[in-house]
């Protein structure tokens, strides 16, 4: 039996996986004939069941009492990962969490195979946590054991952006100077590297790579930017209370606008801060709409209404919001130009950490012949014209966004393992 292995993205929003022997390298339907999997579990409130992806935001969306799970990858060598977490009353470790979700592409993977898999070639962003080594050296720690549990016996780590370039370089002609922008839920990562298809099969790439930079924004902070400016407002984000005149508390609007926090936030206390200050409020009508979230535990409604906007507005200029799960009827107009207003300061780091990269390799941006997009953030009308601006000169090639570094790590493993 020949010796298979595999590549694992983890994604903060989306995951995919492919496998490979010596002769093929193969992208595996995650999910029923998808390439990609959401990376979301949700935990029925009766009996705590496990359900994954499109099933588990399914579920949720269909108001079926339990607890949904989304931005996992983002505890990774944070606190919150030793902490642990509450679900349906019941204490739950991350890495368990994770682990589950990961035996999932696993099992599909072995399925596919028709054998068990024990190498693995998982991606990692450049930086898990910004401007702290330690927290990003415990992050690959954290994955490494919990890919030990899964039961691989070989476990290897190689940079997302990397990976995505692998991919690229099965069919691009001659060599090439590129810059990868891997722009994904939580990360922005960029590499710039030689490609050629006569280094396929090399298994030291060192010195390909001429650059590496990344920064902690994703497509999760560009739905913040975008909640704050368009969602939060509906339930009186900003609004005043009091003689004074003063604003009411953000932190409630802040952490309903971040899938890692929205579930913390339905406690008492909070519940009972809100309805202190609603007898104060000057906008009582949106105000109260905050309290019956909390109540209600309806914040993903909120992040899934703001996401929906985010997808919307990549092609249309105005987006009607909807917001029935509050109020029948109840809708918000949303436009692109409010959006990009809104996630200027976000493009303008990433594209400044873009440019670090290429200043890292030593090359100029004129000497850029390829840009590599992929990640579903490259999707955001403002951020291809931006990129489109510092290279005009580079040929842009956004195949296979969500799938690409799934596949990549699938040709890393291939070079590492066979």
């Known amino acids: 039996m020949s010796t298979i292995s595999c590549g694992i993205d983890f994604g903060t929003s989306n995951s995919s996986l492919a496998v490979a022997d010596q002769q093929t390298v193969q992208l595996i339907a995650a999910e029923n004939g998808n390439s990609t999997i959401p990376s979301a579990m949700f935990f029925l409130r009766k009996g705590n069941t496990a359900y994954y992806g499109r099933e588990a935001m399914n579920l949720f969306l269909d108001k079926t009492p339990g607890r949904l799970m989304r931005s996992l990858k983002r505890v990774l060598g944070t606190s919150v990962m030793k902490q642990g977490t509450i679900v349906n009353g019941e204490h739950m470790k991350f890495d368990a969490i994770i682990a589950s979700f990961l035996k999932k592409l696993k099992d599909q993977a072995e399925l596919e195979a028709g054998q068990s898999i024990e190498y693995v070639t998982m991606g990692r962003p450049v930086h898990f946590v910004d401007n702290d080594p330690g927290a990003d050296e415990r992050a690959e720690t954290e994955l490494r054991a919990i890919g030990g549990l899964l039961g691989f016996k070989e476990i290897s780590f190689q940079f997302e952006p990397i990976a995505a370039a692998f991919a690229h370089e099965t069919t691009i002609g001659g060599e090439k100077l590129a810059l990868v922008v891997d722009l994904g839920g939580g990360t922005s990562d960029f590499t710039v590297i030689r490609l050629s298809q ?96 909390l109540e209600q535990e309806t914040g993903h409604a909120l992040l899934a209404a703001t996401e929906q906007t985010k997808i919307a507005l990549t092609q249309l200029q105005e987006f009607e919001t909807p917001f029935d799960f509050l109020e029948m009827g109840l809708s918000e107009k949303v436009s692109r130009e409010k959006f990009n207003q809104a996630i200027e300061q976000r493009v303008s780091k990433i594209s400044q950490t873009a440019m670090l990269c290429v200043a890292e390799a030593g090359v100029k941006a004129g000497d850029i012949d390829l840009v590599i997009l992929t990640g579903g953030t490259t999707e955001v009308p403002v951020v291809q014209h931006e990129f489109a601006v510092l290279f005009p000169n580079a040929k842009v090639s956004g195949e296979n966004k969500l799938s690409s570094v799934g596949l990549g790590l699938a040709y890393d493993s291939r070079n590492k393992f066979s």
């Open 198 to 293: 006569n280094n396929i099969r090399k298994t030291d790439r060192t010195s390909d790579i001429l650059g590496n930079t990344g920064v902690r924004i994703g497509g999760n902070d560009l739905d913040k930017d975008l909640s704050l400016a368009a969602v939060m407002p509906v339930l009186g984000y900003r609004s005043t209370y009091g003689e004074k005149n003063l604003e009411v508390p953000l932190k409630h609007y802040h952490d309903l606008s971040e899938w890692s926090k929205v579930n913390f936030l339905y406690n008492t206390k909070n519940i009972f801060q809100v309805k202190q200050l609603l007898f104060q409020s000057h906008d009582k009508k949106r105000y109260e709409r905050l309290l019956k979230v």
